[in-house]
Structures are given as structure tokens and as C-alpha cells.
Nanobody, 123 residues
Framework: QVQLVESGGGLVQAGGSLRLSCAASGSIFSINTMGWYRQAPGKQRDLVAR?????????DYVDSVKGRFTISRDNAKNTVYLQMNSLKPEDTAVYYC???????????????WGQGTQVTVSS
């Protein structure tokens, strides 16, 4: 059984900072990527940032967060972090952790999701 456990959401004023954490646990053979998606009310879930868990750790960011958000990883802990600075009201959403990983009991990779954490930025 694979679990993704998130922490770090909350309420912050515009211009403030928050740090999200997500730890993957359970019967994991290998993790390809970990990342963060967000979903605002009435909107689809979109990619915010993603990091490769392979050597080099390449990253991807949606344009709207470049220069403000930083994704990082701790491979030993199967954990990914999202440092969010200069937050704006439009960043308000439920943030979901995602991992593209292969469980021990399967021969293929699949997407796994956390339960979501609310981030609210007040103006």
C-alpha cells in the first residue's frame, strides 16, 4: 500500500510564504517523479511543479509560479517540498501531491495522489 502524506498548507496574506511537504511511504520499488498540482474551485487540476527523483533532479514549473516557487526533494526520505514565496490570491487552491511510481507488487508505474492541502492567500 502506497501513501502520500502532505503537510504545510494554511492561510497567509499576499506576499507571504508557505512550505508544503509530501512524504511517500509504503511498498515502493521506485519513484520516477514527484510534484505538486493545484485545483481552485470550479477549475481543473493543473501542474504547479515537478521534480525528477533521478540523478540530476530536473524540474518543471508552470509559468505563473516561476521565480516564486521552488520544488526540492529528499530521495532518502521519498519526500518533496514546495517552497512558495511572494504568494498571490490567485495561488489559492487545494494543492495535491503527486508521485509517478512503481509499487513493489506491480511491474509498471502509475500516478498516486495525496489527500490535498488547502492554501488560501488573502489580499
Amino acid at each position: 500500500q502506497v501513501q502520500l502524506v502532505e503537510s504545510g498548507g494554511g492561510l497567509v496574506q499576499a506576499g507571504g510564504s508557505l512550505r508544503l511537504s509530501c512524504a511517500a511511504s509504503g511498498s515502493i520499488f521506485s519513484i520516477n517523479t514527484m510534484g505538486w498540482y493545484r485545483q481552485a474551485p470550479g477549475k481543473q487540476r493543473d501542474l504547479v511543479a515537478r521534480v525528477s527523483m533521478a540523478s540530476g533532479g530536473s524540474t518543471d514549473y508552470v509559468d505563473s509560479v516561476k521565480g516564486r516557487f521552488t520544488i526540492s526533494r529528499d530521495n532518502a526520505k521519498n519526500t518533496v517540498y514546495l517552497q512558495m514565496n511572494s504568494l498571490k490570491p490567485e495561488d489559492t487552491a487545494v494543492y495535491y501531491c503527486n508521485a509517478f511510481l512503481r509499487p513493489l507488487e506491480r511491474s509498471y508505474y502509475g500516478n498516486y495522489w495525496g489527500q490535498g492541502t488547502q492554501v488560501t492567500v488573502s489580499s
